[in-house]
């Protein structure tokens, strides 16, 4: 029973180190050809009057939804940005539904996956991420782990 354990450990934890070894070699090779063209941003509209956020989806980092309200992460001219808008996570998520890159990874967090840094944690019992530029690690829910992990160790992440 313990070797069998043991064995799945040891897969989860070589599964985890593959995937944060593929994205340390995505931090050192980025593409160029991406920066050269400018992004069209895309305008949150919030329940509120005057509630509207403008922002290029490619440098949003992490939504964070906080009940009717969400903090969007972005960067905005290389400066880490945060708005709160008075929306809800599911009227995010069907305005951002065309940006692939944005996915969710527990009910209160949306990421962008070309920002992750890092992933640590077991993948069966749920884990967390490691934002670039944010100190605040993201929770992950274990029905989004497979997910996650599948999205971040294929190679087309900015589509």
Do not use: W
């Not at 070699?25 to 069209?40: C, H, L």
């Not at 290389?78 to 599911?90: E, S, V, W």
């Amino acid at each position: 029973l313990y070797r069998l354990r043991n064995n799945r450990l040891q897969q989860e934890l070589d599964e985890v180190r593959a995937i944060n070894q593929l994205l340390e070699d995505r931090q050192t090779v980025e593409p160029k050809d991406a920066e050269n063209e400018m992004p069209s941003p895309c305008v949150l509209r919030g329940n509120a009057k005057n509630a509207i956020l403008e922002v290029v989806p490619v440098h949003v980092i992490y939504i964070e939804s906080m009940s009717n309200y969400a903090d969007v992460c972005y960067l905005d001219n290389d400066t880490l940005q945060h708005n709160t808008l008075r929306i809800t996570m599911k009227q995010l998520r069907e305005s951002l539904a065309s940006y692939t890159f944005l996915i969710p990874c527990h009910r209160a967090f949306l990421v962008n996956l070309n920002f992750v840094a890092s992933i640590s944690g077991r993948p069966s019992t749920g884990c967390s991420l490691q934002m670039f530029q944010v100190e605040k690690t993201i929770p992950v829910a274990r029905a989004y782990t497979k997910e996650i992990h599948d999205r971040l160790q294929s190679a087309n992440l900015c589509s």
